[in-house]
């Protein structure tokens, strides 16, 4: 019997833009393939809120937009754009002093001066924040999910999934450490990616994936995720005679119950 590990906290946003296709978009990267977790998989942007996120969340300072929410809640939110700056350079604040969003010329700038010291955490993020006098801004993440990994794994993670309009002009690009390789794409073509093969999706993106597709753009996909009554969703693995099922409740709202997730090898 596999022992169960305790969930980590984390969190990750799916950074959306409207294309000239009329689909929405979204940015994923592929994970390193010497990464423990998910390895050579298509994600998005995220990771596990860490001792620093809680040191920014008693800094009401360094964040707009967070009032109403608890303690935990910023926290996941501060860890989720911290993560998404860290892997993709793309950075969700604004100016202290102006109240104004930081645009792609001033968060390429900021990119460039500690991006890769905050990857070998050489700095903190609450000093990069400090120093170009910048706040979270923690109001343009809406919640769309959240998903505990099953018990049983040896790596389990509490996480709470953002929609978030990307700046305009931020493009975002991977580090090259946690990350291979990103790209713009429409969550249509990520799931038949997943389906011919062409991309490696973990369960909870390629239903998350499916549900956004659903969306003709951005401001629809943000206002649906507005209405939502999330539901948390920890799948219970069974295995059958030809392969895996997984079963998640059905008002979380996924199109289903019981999924097959997986032939016998």
Same mark, same amino acid.
């Given at each position: 019997?596999?022992?169960?590990?305790?969930?980590?906290?984390?969190?990750?946003?799916?950074?959306?833009?409207?294309?000239?296709?009329?689909?929405?978009?979204?940015?994923?990267?592929?994970? &390193?393939?010497?990464?423990?977790?998910?390895?050579?998989?298509?994600?998005?942007?995220?990771?596990?809120?860490?001792?620093?996120? %809680?040191?920014?969340?008693?800094?009401?300072?360094?964040?707009?937009?967070?009032?109403? /929410?608890?303690?935990?809640?910023?926290?996941?939110?501060?860890?989720?754009?911290?993560? @998404?700056?860290?892997?993709?350079?793309?950075?969700?604040?604004?100016?202290?002093?102006?109240? !104004?969003?930081?645009?792609?010329?001033?968060?390429?700038?900021?990119?460039?001066? &500690?991006?890769?010291?905050?990857?070998? &955490?050489?700095?903190?993020?609450?000093?990069? /924040?400090?120093?170009?006098?910048?706040?979270?801004?923690?109001? !343009?993440?809406?919640?769309?999910?959240? +998903?505990?990994?099953?018990?049983?794994?040896?790596?389990?993670?509490?996480? +709470?999934?953002?929609?978030?309009?990307?700046?305009?002009?931020?493009?975002?690009? &991977?580090?090259?450490?946690?990350? !291979?390789?990103?790209? +713009?794409?429409?969550?249509?073509?990520?799931?038949?990616?997943?389906?011919?093969?062409?991309? %490696?999706?973990?369960?909870? !993106?390629?239903?998350?994936?499916?549900?956004?597709?659903?969306?003709?753009?951005?401001?629809?996909?943000?206002?649906?995720?507005?209405?939502?009554?999330?539901?948390?969703?920890?799948?219970?693995?069974?295995?059958?005679? @030809?392969?895996?099922?997984?079963?998640?409740?059905?008002?979380?709202?996924?199109?289903?119950?019981?999924?097959?997730?997986?032939?016998?090898?």
């Amino acid at each position: 019997m596999t022992e169960t590990s305790a969930s980590r906290p984390a969190s990750t946003i799916l950074l959306l833009r409207d294309s000239a296709a009329r689909e929405v978009e979204v940015f994923m990267m592929v994970r &390193h393939h010497q990464i423990e977790f998910n390895s050579g998989a298509l994600v998005f942007p995220g990771g596990s809120v860490d001792a620093g996120d %809680k040191e920014i969340v008693a800094r009401s300072d360094l964040y707009s937009g967070g009032e109403g /929410l608890s303690e935990a809640d910023r926290g996941f939110r501060i860890a989720a754009i911290r993560e @998404t700056f860290e892997e993709s350079g793309i950075l969700l604040a604004r100016s202290k002093a102006t109240g !104004t969003p930081v645009d792609a010329r001033r968060a390429g700038e900021i990119a460039d001066g &500690h991006r890769v010291a905050l990857n070998e &955490h050489k700095i903190n993020f609450l000093d990069v /924040l400090a120093e170009n006098g910048l706040q979270l801004a923690l109001d !343009t993440l809406v919640p769309y999910a959240h +998903w505990i990994t099953p018990e049983g794994m040896p790596k389990r993670f509490d996480t +709470w999934f953002f929609l978030a309009a990307a700046p305009p002009d931020q493009l975002g690009a &991977h580090d090259g450490r946690e990350s !291979t390789d990103s790209i +713009w794409v429409s969550p249509r073509e990520a799931v038949e990616g997943g389906e011919s093969g062409r991309f %490696k999706l973990p369960f909870p !993106t390629t239903r998350n994936l499916i549900r956004l597709a659903k969306q003709p753009n951005v401001n629809a996909a943000l206002e649906h995720a507005r209405g939502l009554s999330i539901v948390t969703v920890m799948p219970v693995m069974t295995k059958t005679e @030809t392969g895996r099922q997984l079963r998640i409740p059905r008002e979380a709202g996924y199109d289903g119950e019981v999924f097959e997730v997986g032939a016998v090898g």
